[in-house]
């Protein structure tokens, strides 16, 4: 069957199934080997400003090059040469004859590969950063139209006292936050490993030029520059540290933590019935019990984010068997470790912008398990104001005591409505506060300052933050899968 092939072979879901088109392309061969000849361009032009006999037309010739490589060639010449960047090196010389003597001049393997991990990290976090602003941005809204809407709060998961819906959701903001500082940390601390040689050293450049220190330095500041870096590693091995590796998976594992908290939370809310995530007209929910809706993103973002955090143990594991210059036993893990990671984390973004975007909240359902809940948590309040009617604080405590009991025998052993309020306003010891028995448990004066603390923290932390952000908002996310 036409076009069958593809199917008899594994495919990662990340890229098949679920990743954004830029994302695949930031890791695919074609942006990895594309990148490759650019730097060997950056390299030749460098060399040639410092004065090594390197011509404009070989240059140019390279330039024409750029992006037409020869994939089966590239794969024939590895086959023979059992090293990558060599079957790369034959296959850009053969498209550019006269630029083949200069080629990768003075380079060692690392300076095309490392360089362009350092490209694909960077470009990475500049693709999920807006993403994450959007996710930000969503929620921020959401809090603020929920700032005042009066909701249970749970400790183990256990009825505790009142919050409100968008004060909840601020809890997820400040992770979100804290995450946001995390990556753009990570990606403003990536340096170009630069133009170093075979063991950090610059010695293959020292003896192009001839033992002139300044322009070995002047051609690792020039290549670093036209890669679009302000600055290079100081001092590299063969390799740039992998405890860079750590710092840029170990924010985005930290990110995958922050996201799976906040969708455990909404499917807690969702078996509630009190917010659900956006479902499609056509949505199937179940294959056996058509009248389910199972928050299925929710529950892809926690799969995912279980595998992003699962990825940090990779580059912490690499950088610590590094023997002394380098080892290779790094290059097959980084292959997987380092895609996947950024793959994974786009993925679960996207997610959980569509997810944040079509919340929906169930206030009537809410303001019912409040009313169950109230009664108890109003008992406080209760004797408070019979204290201000004259009452003896110790007789209305213990009044409120055995009535609490009774009402959670009815709710526990019969399976009834809490029946509190029923039994104070029967009682005639209550009758100096029956007449504004209503204002004492109105929710809204038993949710402190959460919709104070809801505006402070969107006006002086969430808004500002996602201020560089705001020409890039406007995009939406359409799930595919």
Not at 94 to 105: D, F, K, R, T
Not at 450 to 472: D, G, H, I, N, W
């Amino acid at each position: 069957m036409e076009g069958s092939d593809e199917f008899m072979k594994y495919r990662s879901p990340l890229v098949s199934r679920y990743a954004s088109k830029e994302m695949a392309y930031n890791f695919s061969d074609r942006k990895k080997f594309t990148t490759w000849r650019k730097l060997w361009i950056y390299l030749a032009k460098a060399e040639k400003a410092l004065g090594l006999p390197i011509s404009e037309a070989q240059v140019v010739e390279m330039e024409g090059h750029a992006e037409d490589i020869d994939f089966a060639m590239a794969a024939d010449e590895e086959r023979k040469l059992r090293h990558d960047v060599m079957a790369h090196v034959h296959t850009f010389a053969h498209c550019c004859p006269a630029a083949a003597p200069i080629i990768h001049l003075g380079a060692t393997s690392c300076y095309v590969g490392d360089n362009t991990d350092l490209i694909m990290l960077r470009d990475g976090f500049d693709i999920l950063l807006p993403k994450l602003a959007r996710v930000l941005d969503r929620l921020a809204n959401f809090a603020e139209k929920y700032a005042d809407l009066p909701t249970l709060g749970y400790t183990h998961y256990q009825p505790a006292q009142l919050t409100t819906v968008g004060k909840r959701a601020c809890l997820w903001l400040q992770d979100l936050a804290m995450d946001m500082r995390n990556l753009q940390r990570a990606r403003d601390d990536l340096r170009f490993r630069g133009v170093k040689g075979t063991t950090g050293t610059q010695a293959s450049f020292l003896q192009l030029f001839q033992g002139d220190h300044d322009k070995v330095e002047d051609l690792d500041r020039m290549v670093t520059e036209m890669a679009g870096f302000k600055k290079s590693y100081l001092v590299t091995g063969q390799t740039y540290s992998r405890k860079v590796d750590i710092d840029s998976l170990s924010s985005l594992a930290s990110l995958g933590a922050t996201i799976h908290k906040i969708c455990t939370d909404i499917r807690l809310l969702a078996n509630l019935k009190e917010i659900e995530e956006p479902f499609e007209k056509e949505q199937i929910g179940s294959s056996a019990m058509p009248y389910k809706r199972n928050p299925m993103r929710a529950e892809r973002c926690c799969s995912l984010a279980r595998h992003l955090m699962a990825l940090l143990s990779n580059p912490m594991q690499t950088a610590s068997v590094q023997w002394l210059e380098r080892t290779l036993d790094d290059s097959a893990n980084r292959r997987i470790s380092l895609p996947e990671s950024f793959l994974t984390a786009d993925i679960i973004l996207s997610t959980l912008q569509n997810v944040t975007e079509g919340l929906v909240v169930y206030p009537k359902v809410i303001e019912r398990h409040i009313r169950h809940e109230l009664p108890f948590m109003a008992t406080e309040n209760i004797i408070m104001a019979m204290v201000k009617a004259g009452g003896n604080r110790q007789d209305c405590h213990e009044k409120i005591r055995v009535l609490s009991q009774q009402a959670a025998a009815v709710v526990k052993q019969e399976g009834g409505d809490n029946d509190l309020l029923t039994r104070v306003q029967a009682d005639p010891y209550f009758s100096p506060i029956l007449s504004h028995l209503d204002t004492i448990l109105d929710p809204k004066t038993f949710i402190g300052r959460a919709p104070q603390q809801v505006a402070r923290f969107l006006s002086e932390e969430v808004r500002p933050m996602l201020e560089p952000y705001k020409t890039k908002m406007d995009v939406k996310i359409e799930l595919e899968l």
